[in-house]
């Protein structure tokens, strides 16, 4: 059985929903999200000779639109850049915050649970909440926790991506976590 031709004409109906929602629900902004999938297009219609039919045409397509994805974080992170002597809004320095040796959190800093969030909020309110956060992180923080807890790549698939020694991506990510814990906490998770 010989497989079926791809039809470009058809994939906007055939896939274009679909494809939309999976980049809003990685990058959280409408026209970046149609951008993106009209640059999925583009880029397929270029590659269209390429195409073996290995997998369906869905697939292929995602795997450009995720491909797009991982581009759009890669140039949102060189907007901005994190200085390494940045110290955190309230003056405390990473090392109140992490231990050293891995990481994680120090005892009295580890966030407290959010078990009761869902007691709290609905879960709708708690991913509007959530995805306000992610929003005021910086350009190079937003892509780095995109591309690590979102599409969760390794750190080493983010150094080469980005182009971030492996010192300066740990640098980030804790800061983004910083952030996020401020951020979430002044709406009143996490805190007991």
């Not at 994939?11 to 149609?34: H, I, K, M, N, T």
């Not at 140039?75 to 992490?98: C, I, K, P, Y």
């Not at 969760?152 to 492996?166: F, K, N, R, Y």
Request: glycine share 4%; charged share 25%; proline share 4%.
């Amino acid at each position: 059985m010989t497989p079926a031709t791809p039809v470009p004409a058809l994939w906007p109906d055939r896939f274009g929903d679909e494809l939309y929602r999976f980049a809003l629900s990685r990058v959280s902004d409408a026209d970046v999200a149609e951008e993106l999938v009209q640059e999925t297009f583009l880029s397929a219609l270029d590659g269209l000779t390429t195409f073996r039919a290995e997998a369906s045409e869905r697939t292929w397509l995602f795997v450009i639109l995720r491909r797009k994805i991982i581009d759009h974080y890669r140039r949102q992170a060189r907007a901005t850049q994190v200085s390494l002597d940045d110290l955190s809004e309230n003056g405390a320095a990473e090392a109140d915050f992490f231990t050293p040796e891995n990481g994680h959190w120090t005892g009295p800093q580890a966030p407290a649970s959010w078990l009761n969030a869902d007691a709290a909020l609905e879960q709708q309110e708690l991913h509007e909440i959530l995805q306000r956060c992610q929003e005021r992180l910086s350009p190079q923080q937003g892509a780095v926790f995109a591309m690590r807890f979102v599409e969760e790549l390794s750190a080493e698939e983010i150094c080469q991506e980005l182009g971030l020694s492996s010192a300066n991506y740990w640098v980030i990510v804790h800061r983004a976590k910083l952030q996020l814990r401020r951020c979430l906490e002044k709406h009143g998770l996490g805190k007991k």
